[in-house]
């Protein structure tokens, strides 16, 4: 069973769209993460929910909008997508919000906006 | 702000030989260290955690030190082979987030 999934895999879409990725996890952590690898490699995270509530926002566009609707699911939704906005995705969850623990990473949504 | 740097960039070398792979960052209030390994168009799969209270941790031919106090954390591959060939990330947590570097593109050449 996978333990981090998210859908879908590739996103390719036009300005101006708006989009969903979801994230789902089945280890039973209270907290997830989304994180973003631009075309440099760098990854850097963009929100951190623990059991469903906001406790990470990263300096991020309001165009972009975390939702929680249980502890086990994190979707991010875009509004108005941009061209910068071309990267993939990951979600990742982890046992507590300390990140005492170890992340584990969902496989990463490849966004492409023409 | 924490700042996480990876040396080298890149590194290739012939199948066999050992891998050292450096990692440094600026804050040393860190909750722990990850190293993790990323195949090109995949996702991250966690290959070492350490605790901040931990010097070390080893799983088969992987060792990852480190000195907290000097910001520094090196992972060791022993008896590189083809298959190790990826790009490795290690990774920091403080304030309730993971800080990465930019990476090690690392090829082993049969």
């Known amino acids: 069973d996978t333990a981090v999934s998210q859908t879908p895999k590739y996103l390719v879409t036009q300005m101006g769209n708006d989009k969903s990725i979801k994230c789902e996890q089945n280890?039973?952590?209270?907290?997830m993460y989304w994180y973003k690898q631009d075309s440099k490699k760098f990854l850097k995270i963009m929100f951190s929910y623990n059991n469903k509530e906001l406790i990470i926002n990263e300096t991020v566009p309001n165009r972009f909008s975390p939702k929680s609707p249980d502890k086990a699911h994190l979707n991010l939704h875009i509004n108005s997508l941009e061209l910068g906005d071309s990267a993939v995705y990951f979600c990742?969850?982890?046992?507590?919000?300390?990140?005492?623990?170890?992340?584990?990473f969902g496989p990463g949504t490849r966004l492409t906006v023409l | 702000k924490q700042e996480v740097t990876q040396i080298p960039a890149a590194l290739s070398v012939p199948e066999g030989e050992n891998l050292v792979l450096n990692c440094s960052f600026t804050?040393?209030?860190?909750?722990?260290l990850q190293w993790f390994r990323q195949d090109p168009g995949k996702g991250l799969t966690s290959l070492l955690l350490?605790?901040?209270?931990?010097r070390e941790q080893t799983s088969g031919r992987l060792n990852a030190s480190l000195d907290k106090s000097s910001g520094r954390s090196t992972l060791y591959i022993a008896a590189s082979q083809p298959g190790d060939s990826a790009t490795y990330l290690c990774a920091v947590s403080n304030d309730y987030k993971l800080s990465f570097g930019a990476g090690t593109t690392v090829t082993v050449r049969a």
């Open positions: 280890l039973g952590h209270d907290t």
């Open positions: 350490i605790q901040s209270s931990q």
């Open positions: 804050d040393s209030a860190i909750y722990n």
């Open positions: 990742a969850s982890s046992p507590q919000p300390g990140v005492a623990g170890e992340q584990f």
